[in-house]
């Protein structure tokens, strides 16, 4: 027989939500699920042995999109980041966001 070439595969974290989020508006939800996504790409490139994972247990995480807050956590055995908590942080930066949109429709 030939030679088994071995593959590795980064498989992506998924993403969970486990808080109400029913005040959060659809495309705002969006952006929360691709920033994570891309944060979970970026964590698939982290060496298991890295200190980073250690601080990762021990600091809790953010991310703010569009005025709300949503504090998430990461489960690297399973390759999950939950989200756990969201509040409204600002209306500013949601009232950016639809002027700038409504400055694209014209």
Same mark, same amino acid.
């Given at each position: 027989?030939?030679?088994?070439?071995?593959?590795?595969?980064?498989?992506?974290?998924?993403?969970?939500?486990?808080?109400?989020?029913?005040?959060?508006?659809?495309?705002?939800?969006?952006?929360?699920?691709?920033?994570?996504?891309?944060?979970?790409?970026?964590?698939?490139?982290?060496?298991?042995?890295?200190?980073?994972?250690?601080?990762?247990?021990?600091?809790?995480?953010?991310?703010? #999109?569009?005025?709300?807050?949503?504090?998430?956590?990461?489960?690297?055995?399973?390759?999950?980041?939950?989200?756990?908590?969201?509040?409204? #942080?600002?209306?500013?930066?949601?009232?950016?966001?639809?002027?700038?949109?409504?400055?694209?429709?014209?």
């Amino acid at each position: 027989m030939g030679e088994r070439s071995s593959l590795m595969w980064h498989v992506p974290y998924r993403v969970q939500l486990r808080c109400a989020v029913g005040s959060v508006p659809a495309a705002t939800l969006g952006r929360l699920r691709s920033r994570l996504r891309e944060i979970g790409h970026s964590l698939s490139a982290v060496s298991s042995s890295s200190a980073f994972w250690t601080s990762m247990t021990e600091s809790p995480l953010f991310v703010d #999109v569009e005025g709300w807050r949503f504090k998430y956590g990461i489960d690297r055995e399973s390759q999950v980041l939950t989200v756990l908590e969201v509040t409204r #942080v600002s209306e500013a930066p949601a009232a950016y966001e639809r002027a700038k949109a409504d400055r694209k429709r014209y």
